[in-house]
């Protein structure tokens, strides 16, 4: 290669590198006036979706759910792998979490700090419900870091010893993906949302892929869960939360 080629190839490089689009640091100020989250606004609400869920010993569970949600107060889902059969059931409150495993008999009743002890992993009524709705997990403050990349922001913001991770798309102002994690478990959630559409004039994510990393018997083990909500109905009506069968 001569000379003259080699440094027209270096040019080149060094004016492609400069017009590369590169992440913008925002300062406090400029963050509260250019990113805006959407935050997906009901009184109650009920759904139905398919749901998968894979487990890390191979085993898949196919079936629907039926969702109900009154904001702030309680989510409550039913699983049914088919034929009719109701196979578990859930309620989320404030205060914790409490599965019936109708199935194989393996319940769950626990505060959110026993679940954290239990398996590694910081969850709460918060986190689930802005899993369900693409919500940014806190509302933006000066102690968080913000990145504008192209068309999204990035956005860490750590509460009570949680990292929350948000991926937040620029047009709709919705989470396109969301992970979670600290330094002192092992446990981890990732939830990612490939497309929104309109639902009574709010961007909305009818596919949702979830990942829980948690821990059992001193080892990490990962179920993924993928949802695809085919009705989703935001309602004034009161609903009911039946936990027992």
Not at 3 to 21: E, H, R
Not at 147 to 170: A, H, P
Not at 199 to 219: C, D, R, V
Request: charged share 25%.
């Amino acid at each position: 290669m001569n000379k003259g080629l080699s440094i027209f190839i270096f040019l080149v490089a060094i004016t492609l590198a400069g017009c590369a689009k590169r992440p913008t640091l925002y300062s406090a100020d400029e963050a509260m006036k250019e990113f805006s989250p959407n935050y997906f606004e009901f009184d109650y609400l009920q759904a139905k979706a398919r749901l998968v869920m894979e487990e890390d010993n191979g085993k898949t569970t196919r079936g629907s759910m039926t969702l109900r949600a009154k904001k702030d107060s309680v989510i409550w889902f039913s699983i049914s792998p088919g034929l009719g059969i109701e196979a578990a059931r859930g309620l989320i409150t404030r205060e914790e979490i409490k599965i019936k495993d109708r199935i194989n008999g393996q319940d769950v009743n626990l505060t959110f700090d026993q679940f954290q002890n239990t398996y590694g992993l910081k969850l709460s009524l918060d986190l689930f419900q802005n899993i369900l709705f693409a919500n940014v997990p806190y509302g933006v403050s000066y102690r968080d870091r913000l990145l504008r990349v192209g068309k999204t922001f990035e956005l860490s913001q750590r509460r009570d010893g949680i990292l929350y991770e948000s991926v937040v798309g620029v047009q709709h102002g919705k989470v396109n993906k969301l992970e979670t994690g600290s330094r002192f478990h092992k446990g981890k959630l990732t939830a990612t949302y490939p497309e929104f559409e309109d639902l009574e004039g709010q961007p909305y994510a009818y596919k949702i892929l979830i990942t829980f990393a948690m821990e059992n018997a001193g080892e990490l083990q990962n179920t993924l869960i993928n949802l695809e909500f085919n009705k989703v109905e935001p309602q004034n009506t009161p609903l009911t939360f039946p936990y027992n069968f």
